[in-house]
Protein backbone atom coordinates (compact mmCIF):
# COMPACT_ATOMS: atom_id res chain seq x y z
CA UNK A 1 0.00 0.00 0.00
CA UNK A 2 1.42 3.27 -1.03
CA UNK A 3 1.16 6.14 1.45
CA UNK A 4 1.80 9.81 1.38
CA UNK A 5 3.10 10.92 4.84
CA UNK A 6 0.34 13.35 7.19
CA UNK A 7 3.30 14.81 9.27
CA UNK A 8 2.43 18.91 8.63
CA UNK A 9 4.84 19.83 5.60
CA UNK A 10 6.25 16.05 5.01
CA UNK A 11 3.74 14.87 2.11
CA UNK A 12 6.81 11.87 1.04
CA UNK A 13 5.75 9.00 -0.58
CA UNK A 14 6.27 5.44 1.24
CA UNK A 15 4.99 2.22 1.87
CA UNK A 16 4.63 -1.16 -0.47
CA UNK A 17 2.83 -1.41 -3.74
CA UNK A 18 1.32 -4.53 -2.41
CA UNK A 19 -1.70 -4.34 0.46
CA UNK A 20 -0.23 -4.53 4.20
CA UNK A 21 -0.51 -7.52 5.45
CA UNK A 22 -2.02 -5.71 8.67
CA UNK A 23 -4.07 -2.76 8.14
CA UNK A 24 -3.62 -1.73 11.46
CA UNK A 25 -0.22 -0.46 11.30
CA UNK A 26 -1.53 2.35 8.65
CA UNK A 27 -0.78 5.01 11.02
CA UNK A 28 -0.28 7.48 7.74
CA UNK A 29 2.90 9.01 8.81
CA UNK A 30 6.42 7.90 7.19
CA UNK A 31 9.17 6.03 8.98
CA UNK A 32 10.95 9.08 10.22
CA UNK A 33 7.47 11.36 11.36
CA UNK A 34 6.23 8.12 12.71
CA UNK A 35 9.48 8.30 15.26
CA UNK A 36 9.30 11.62 15.65
CA UNK A 37 5.66 11.84 16.55
CA UNK A 38 6.21 9.02 19.13
CA UNK A 39 9.34 10.98 20.82
CA UNK A 40 6.95 13.92 21.28
CA UNK A 41 4.14 11.81 22.67
CA UNK A 42 6.15 10.23 24.73
CA UNK A 43 7.54 13.89 25.99
CA UNK A 44 3.79 14.94 26.55
CA UNK A 45 3.26 11.30 28.70
CA UNK A 46 6.34 12.59 30.55
CA UNK A 47 5.23 16.05 31.28
CA UNK A 48 1.20 15.11 31.98
CA UNK A 49 2.95 12.45 34.57
CA UNK A 50 5.18 15.25 36.05
CA UNK A 51 2.28 17.60 36.63
CA UNK A 52 -0.26 15.09 38.01
CA UNK A 53 2.40 14.37 40.12
CA UNK A 54 2.18 9.89 39.56
CA UNK A 55 5.27 8.30 40.62
CA UNK A 56 6.12 4.74 38.78
CA UNK A 57 7.51 1.52 40.50
CA UNK A 58 8.58 -1.25 38.91
CA UNK A 59 9.40 -4.20 40.55
CA UNK A 60 11.78 -6.44 38.43
CA UNK A 61 12.03 -9.70 40.25
CA UNK A 62 11.58 -13.43 39.60
CA UNK A 63 10.34 -15.19 43.00
CA UNK A 64 6.66 -14.55 42.75
CA UNK A 65 6.26 -14.39 46.77
CA UNK A 66 9.20 -11.89 47.16
CA UNK A 67 7.56 -9.59 44.14
CA UNK A 68 3.73 -10.01 45.66
CA UNK A 69 5.22 -9.27 49.28
CA UNK A 70 7.65 -6.16 48.42
CA UNK A 71 4.20 -4.74 46.34
CA UNK A 72 1.73 -5.26 48.54
CA UNK A 73 4.35 -3.55 51.68
CA UNK A 74 5.40 -0.33 49.03
CA UNK A 75 1.53 -0.31 48.03
CA UNK A 76 0.24 0.08 51.65
CA UNK A 77 2.64 2.71 53.05
CA UNK A 78 2.24 4.38 49.61
CA UNK A 79 -0.90 3.54 48.20
CA UNK A 80 -0.63 6.92 45.84
CA UNK A 81 2.52 4.95 43.66
CA UNK A 82 1.59 3.60 40.68
CA UNK A 83 3.37 -0.45 41.05
CA UNK A 84 3.61 -2.35 38.24
CA UNK A 85 5.91 -6.04 38.08
CA UNK A 86 8.17 -7.55 35.61
CA UNK A 87 9.70 -11.07 36.45
CA UNK A 88 12.85 -11.32 33.72
CA UNK A 89 14.89 -8.65 32.21
CA UNK A 90 13.37 -8.69 29.06
CA UNK A 91 10.05 -7.82 30.66
CA UNK A 92 12.15 -5.17 32.69
CA UNK A 93 13.00 -3.31 29.44
CA UNK A 94 9.81 -3.31 28.14
CA UNK A 95 7.98 -1.99 30.58
CA UNK A 96 10.85 0.69 31.39
CA UNK A 97 10.24 1.66 27.91
CA UNK A 98 6.29 1.14 28.58
CA UNK A 99 5.74 2.65 31.92
CA UNK A 100 8.93 4.96 32.14
CA UNK A 101 9.15 4.29 35.78
CA UNK A 102 10.80 6.91 38.43
CA UNK A 103 12.01 3.92 40.71
CA UNK A 104 12.72 0.22 40.00
CA UNK A 105 13.62 -2.20 42.24
CA UNK A 106 15.62 -4.67 40.74
CA UNK A 107 17.04 -8.16 41.14
CA UNK A 108 19.92 -9.37 40.58
CA UNK A 109 19.45 -13.17 39.54
CA UNK A 110 17.10 -13.13 37.00
CA UNK A 111 16.18 -15.81 34.34
CA UNK A 112 18.14 -15.00 30.84
CA UNK A 113 20.20 -11.66 31.61
CA UNK A 114 21.16 -11.04 34.94
CA UNK A 115 20.06 -7.48 36.68
CA UNK A 116 23.04 -5.94 36.67
CA UNK A 117 23.23 -5.98 32.64
CA UNK A 118 19.32 -4.85 32.60
CA UNK A 119 20.01 -1.99 34.89
CA UNK A 120 23.56 -1.26 32.92
CA UNK A 121 21.07 -1.08 29.93
CA UNK A 122 18.22 1.18 31.56
CA UNK A 123 20.77 3.64 33.06
CA UNK A 124 22.25 4.20 29.60
CA UNK A 125 18.86 5.29 28.09
CA UNK A 126 16.86 6.86 31.12
CA UNK A 127 19.85 7.88 34.42
CA UNK A 128 16.78 9.93 35.96
CA UNK A 129 15.26 6.60 36.76
CA UNK A 130 16.57 5.26 40.41
CA UNK A 131 17.59 1.40 40.67
CA UNK A 132 17.43 -0.58 43.91
CA UNK A 133 19.36 -3.61 43.13
CA UNK A 134 17.69 -6.23 45.25
CA UNK A 135 19.84 -9.11 45.82
CA UNK A 136 19.97 -12.30 48.79
CA UNK A 137 23.63 -12.79 48.03
CA UNK A 138 25.31 -9.72 49.96
CA UNK A 139 28.53 -10.40 48.24
CA UNK A 140 31.21 -7.49 48.22
CA UNK A 141 31.42 -8.52 44.76
CA UNK A 142 27.86 -8.12 43.92
CA UNK A 143 27.60 -4.76 45.74
CA UNK A 144 30.59 -3.39 44.10
CA UNK A 145 29.43 -4.29 40.45
CA UNK A 146 25.90 -3.26 41.25
CA UNK A 147 26.46 0.12 42.56
CA UNK A 148 28.49 1.00 39.33
CA UNK A 149 24.96 1.41 37.33
CA UNK A 150 22.53 1.14 39.85
CA UNK A 151 21.80 4.08 42.74
CA UNK A 152 20.99 1.61 45.84
CA UNK A 153 22.25 -1.83 46.76
CA UNK A 154 20.09 -3.80 49.20
CA UNK A 155 20.59 -7.32 50.59
CA UNK A 156 17.15 -9.32 50.96
CA UNK A 157 18.32 -10.85 53.94
CA UNK A 158 19.75 -7.90 56.03
CA UNK A 159 17.55 -5.71 55.09
CA UNK A 160 14.40 -4.51 56.74
CA UNK A 161 11.23 -3.60 55.28
CA UNK A 162 11.35 -0.36 57.10
CA UNK A 163 14.86 0.46 56.14
CA UNK A 164 13.60 0.03 51.92
CA UNK A 165 10.46 1.85 52.49
CA UNK A 166 12.24 4.63 54.28
CA UNK A 167 14.66 5.07 51.29
CA UNK A 168 11.55 5.43 48.73
CA UNK A 169 10.29 8.16 51.26
CA UNK A 170 13.27 9.72 50.87
CA UNK A 171 13.45 9.25 47.43
CA UNK A 172 10.08 10.37 46.62
CA UNK A 173 9.59 12.97 49.57
CA UNK A 174 5.99 11.38 50.23
CA UNK A 175 4.46 12.17 53.95
Known amino acids: MIQRCSYPGCGIV???????ADQRITHGLCPKHYELAWKELRADM???????????VLIVEDNRI???ILKETVHHRFPTLE???AVDGQEALQKTEILRPNLIFMDIKLPGENGLEVTK????????IIVF??????????????????DYFFSK????????LDLVNSVFHIQ
Do not use: Q, W
Open 133 to 150: VLSAYDYPEYREESLKYA
Open 83 to 85: LDE
Open 46 to 56: DYSNAMTGILK
Open 14 to 20: YGEKEPL
Open 157 to 164: NSSTTNSI
Open 66 to 68: FRE
Open 121 to 128: KIKARHPE
